[in-house]
């Protein structure tokens, strides 16, 4: 019934209008006494009081539950008349009839959201059946306060709403403060840390130039350090711009001699396919163009990160590169470069044809086959989109190869036996060999 300590306080402005209101109502009506009360949460007081003979001071309290005129109002939040306390049996005993009141005509006041404020009411020592008029009167006056009492809570909602503005504005001066100087920090750092991963290579380049200069087989040898030294040095400074921030994102393409790009590639697969004694071969389908317009940094990223993933996963097997072209969705006049690896090295064992093989070693086998082709390809989506390179999959099962596009699952199997959920990734198709074929116009 009372209003929450959140609600604002009625201001002395308003107040001393009231009271004119009052002094108003208490002459038209010719009544004693013309009160606003306010409710609080075990009492009510009287908030403005005016009449010619008005036994009720501003300020003035009375608990609750002691059967109040007002108290009844603001219960049942409706109109109340009582033209004679004394011959009515539900009023006879109330507290205001000590004071001489014995006709009272009042209404609640309402807050905007419906939660009472007080009530508006007028008291006469004799009887009165309170003509249309007056009752009319008085409920013009209701409504010119709960206007007010609007405007009061619309203010106060407002200045909080400012408040927590300058609140919020402050703790985003903070974070921004705090974020200018973890960026300061990790400026630093790049610096420091730029230095110290490029002087390693520095040395290397020195000593491959020298290799380079010896000619035969150690010439060889130096020119593909020296070009492997130089890729690892671009990723360093594209890895170092990246957390910087100022990683330039758009596509740096340019006339490329293809024959030159094929050749580098190769001398860096040799390198890689020797180290789990793997055969590396490199074929080039006839017809190929001799210069192509594409982004040589972001390819050879690419295809290096595919042909490296191989060498990982294979051993004593063979890796395949394969440069082909084709005019299939090629733009008029145009070809499609077609850039193919293939590797013998095992994708995920028959699990199938293993009922019987523990459901732990299952899963290692599943999760170490999905490592092998599906982080490289996480890793690299970014280039590929901006690229608008084309990425497909080819699955070997049960002698069959057909093309498929990477489709994932992703999936919760429920293990009664283990009593937990694991989450698993499964391919549309399990096999032995996969061939990777992308497509570049």
Not at 32 to 40: E, S, T, Y
């Amino acid at each position: 019934m009372s209003p929450p300590a959140a609600y604002p306080e009625v201001p002395d402005f308003l107040l001393a209008q009231w009271q004119e209101l009052m002094s108003l109502v208490s002459v038209d009506c010719g009544v004693p006494a013309a009160l606003i009360m306010r409710v609080h949460p075990s009492q009510i007081e009287v908030l403005v009081s005016d009449g010619s003979d008005s036994p009720y001071h501003p300020g003035e309290r009375e608990n609750l539950c002691t059967g109040l005129y007002c108290e009844h109002v603001i219960a049942t939040r409706d109109r109340l008349h009582v033209a004679n306390a004394l011959t009515d049996p539900n009023w006879d005993h109330n507290p205001d009839l000590r004071l001489g009141m014995i006709s009272y005509l009042g209404y609640p006041l309402l807050w905007p959201d419906g939660v009472p404020f007080g009530t508006l009411c007028i008291l006469d020592r004799a009887e009165n059946h309170y003509s249309e008029a007056i009752d009319k009167q008085l409920g013009l006056a209701r409504r010119i306060i709960e206007s007010n009492l609007s405007l009061i809570h619309e203010t106060a909602r407002h200045r909080q709403t400012i408040a927590a503005l300058r609140q919020s504005k402050q703790h985003l001066r903070d974070a921004v403060l705090r974020a200018n100087a973890a960026d300061r920090a990790k400026t630093d750092f790049l610096a420091r840390a730029s230095h110290d991963l490029r002087a390693p290579l520095t040395s290397i380049i020195g000593y491959a130039q020298l290799l380079q200069g010896c000619g035969g087989t150690a010439g060889q040898h130096g020119q593909i350090i020296r070009h492997s030294a130089d890729h690892m040095l671009t990723l360093i400074n594209d890895l170092v711009e990246y957390a910087s921030g100022s990683l330039r994102d758009e596509i740096d393409a340019s006339p490329q001699r293809l024959p030159e790009f094929i050749e580098g590639v190769a001398h860096e697969a040799t390198m890689l396919a020797r180290r789990n004694h793997n055969r590396f071969v490199l074929q080039r389908r006839d017809g190929l163009p001799g210069v192509v317009w594409m982004d040589a940094r972001r390819v050879q990223q690419i295809v290096g990160n595919l042909i490296e993933n191989a060498a990982k996963f294979t051993r004593q097997g063979s890796i395949e590169l394969t440069v082909g072209h084709s005019t299939d969705g090629a733009p008029a006049g145009g070809v499609m470069l077609q850039i193919e690896v293939r590797d013998t090295g095992c994708f995920l064992p028959p699990v199938s044809q293993q009922p019987t093989q523990p459901l732990f070693d299952v899963l290692l086998v599943v999760f170490h086959g999905l490592s092998k082709l599906l982080l490289p390809l996480l890793l690299l989506a970014h280039v590929l989109d901006r690229l608008e390179l084309s990425l497909q999959i080819q699955h070997e099962i049960f002698q069959q190869s057909q093309w498929h596009d990477l489709a994932l699952q992703a999936q919760w199997f429920s293990f009664a036996q283990l009593g937990l959920f694991v989450p698993v990734v499964i391919l549309k198709y399990f096999h032995f060999q996969h061939h990777v074929q992308m497509q570049y116009v």
